[in-house]
C-alpha cells in the first residue's frame, strides 16, 4: 500500500514538473507583438535618471525607473520602425532639467522627420513653477493641447455619456 502511494506521489510530482517546465518555455518564449498600425504614448511628467548607478542597493531600488537614454533610444527605434504611424506624449511641470528637456525635445523632432505625427499634450504647465521646459518640449509635437481637468471630463461626458 505504501508503495503505491509513494509511486502514485512521483507520478504526481512528475507531472506537476512537466507543467511548470512548459509554462517556463510558453513565457520566456513569447515575444510581445507589435500592431501594424501603432501609436507610441509617452509620459513626460516624470523625471529620468542620468544612469542608473551600480550599486547592489541602487539595482533593487531603480528596477523601474528608466533611463534618459533608454526614452531617447525608445524614440529613434519607433522612428525607423514602420509598424508605428505616430506618437501621443503628455507633458507637464516635471523637475527635468533644460539638458534633459533639449534631449527628449531633439528626439522627437527625429521622430517627426520620419513624417510621423507627434502629438503633446498637457493638464498643466505649472502655474506655481516655472512651465517653460514643458513648454518647449511641447512644441515639438505637431500639435500642443492644453486640457484643463475639467473639459477633459466634459469631453469624456459628451464621448460615453
Known amino acids: 500500500m505504501s508503495k503505491l502511494i509513494v509511486r502514485f506521489l512521483a507520478v504526481l510530482g512528475a507531472l506537476w514538473?512537466?507543467?511548470?517546465?512548459?509554462?517556463?518555455?510558453?513565457?520566456?518564449?513569447?515575444?510581445?507583438?507589435?500592431?501594424?498600425?501603432?501609436?507610441?504614448?509617452?509620459?513626460?511628467?516624470?523625471?529620468?535618471?542620468?544612469?542608473?548607478?551600480?550599486?547592489?542597493?541602487?539595482?533593487l531600488m531603480l528596477t523601474e525607473k528608466?533611463?534618459?537614454?533608454?526614452?531617447?533610444?525608445?524614440?529613434?527605434?519607433?522612428?525607423?520602425?514602420?509598424?508605428?504611424?505616430?506618437?501621443?506624449?503628455?507633458?507637464?511641470?516635471?523637475?527635468?532639467?533644460m539638458a534633459q528637456t533639449q534631449e527628449i525635445r531633439d528626439a522627437v523632432q527625429r521622430f517627426r522627420a520620419h513624417k510621423k505625427f507627434a502629438v503633446a499634450y498637457a493638464e498643466t504647465f505649472g502655474?506655481?513653477?516655472?512651465?517653460?521646459?514643458?513648454y518647449y518640449l511641447a512644441t515639438a509635437g505637431?500639435?500642443?493641447?492644453?486640457?484643463?481637468p475639467l473639459r477633459v471630463q466634459e469631453c469624456a461626458q459628451l464621448l460615453y455619456g
Open 142 to 148: 505637431r500639435d500642443l493641447s492644453w486640457r484643463s
Open 17 to 59: 514538473l512537466i507543467g511548470m517546465v512548459i509554462v517556463l518555455v510558453a513565457v520566456i518564449g513569447a515575444k510581445g507583438r507589435v500592431p501594424s498600425k501603432t501609436i507610441l504614448e509617452a509620459n513626460f511628467e516624470q523625471t529620468f535618471l542620468e544612469d542608473a548607478p551600480d550599486t547592489p542597493t541602487a539595482r
Open 66 to 97: 528608466q533611463t534618459l537614454r533608454d526614452v531617447v533610444d525608445a524614440i529613434d527605434r519607433g522612428a525607423s520602425d514602420d509598424r508605428v504611424v505616430g506618437m501621443i506624449a503628455k507633458i507637464g511641470a516635471a523637475p527635468m532639467g
Open 127 to 134: 502655474e506655481f513653477g516655472p512651465g517653460n521646459g514643458a
